[in-house]
């Protein structure tokens, strides 16, 4: 069950408009649960970050791992949300670019 929510929330994410699909998910999740909660998903979503950085040169899960963590900071951050929808673009914009 759990699953299949968080498959339905991931693909709601990917759909939404990139530079305001972070933010878009700050305003449909922030608040939800309690406030110790929030904390932990920040903090978990801090840690997690450099962590899928570290890891994305490795063949393996590294760019999950940072998108996991860059939702989970984004959903209790709106700057983060904001931040992160703007390195999308820039990110989508490069790599326009490199494609030719």
């Known amino acids: 069950m759990a699953l299949a929510a968080l498959r339905q929330h991931w693909q ?3 759909q939404g408009e990139p530079g305001k699909r972070f933010q878009d998910y700050y305003e ?3 608040g939800e649960g309690s406030a ?3 904390g932990c998903r920040l903090v978990l979503g801090l840690v ?3 962590v899928g950085l570290v890891m994305m040169p490795a063949p ?3 760019m999950i791992v940072v998108a996991l963590a860059a939702v989970m900071v984004a959903r209790e951050s709106r700057t983060a949300a904001r931040l992160f929808d703007a390195t999308e673009l820039r990110l989508r914009d490069l790599l326009r670019r490199i494609r030719g």
Do not use: A
Request: hydrophobic share 35%; charged share 25%.
């Open 60 to 62: 393996g899960p590294g």
């Open 36 to 38: 110790f909660l929030s």
């Open 12 to 14: 709601k994410f990917r």
């Open 28 to 30: 449909r999740r922030h």
């Open 48 to 50: 997690l970050l450099p």
